[in-house]
């Protein structure tokens, strides 16, 4: 009998990330996560009482306060 091909599928790349995550991800406190949000400079996805922030945001985040030294 022949097998039946399985497709594979690539591992799916995380794009929203918790407060806790996104944090982690920037290298910074959850209060200063928090804190971007309540400031409004960073743009949020909520889901019931969750915040969730888009990878992309994160890395235009960074972007935009790059300095040249």
């Known amino acids: 009998m022949k097998k ?3 497709p594979i599928c690539p ?3 995380q794009r929203l ?3 806790r995550d996104a944090a982690r991800y920037l290298g910074v406190a959850t209060w200063f996560v928090r804190t971007m949000v309540w ?3 960073i743009p949020v996805v909520k889901f019931g009482n969750k915040f969730l ?3 992309c945001d994160l890395d235009a ?3 935009k306060h790059k300095k040249v030294a």
């Open 4 to 6: 039946s091909a399985v």
């Open 11 to 13: 591992p799916v790349e």
């Open 17 to 19: 990330f918790r407060v």
């Open 39 to 41: 400031r409004r400079e």
């Open 53 to 55: 922030f888009d990878k």
């Open 61 to 63: 985040y960074v972007e």
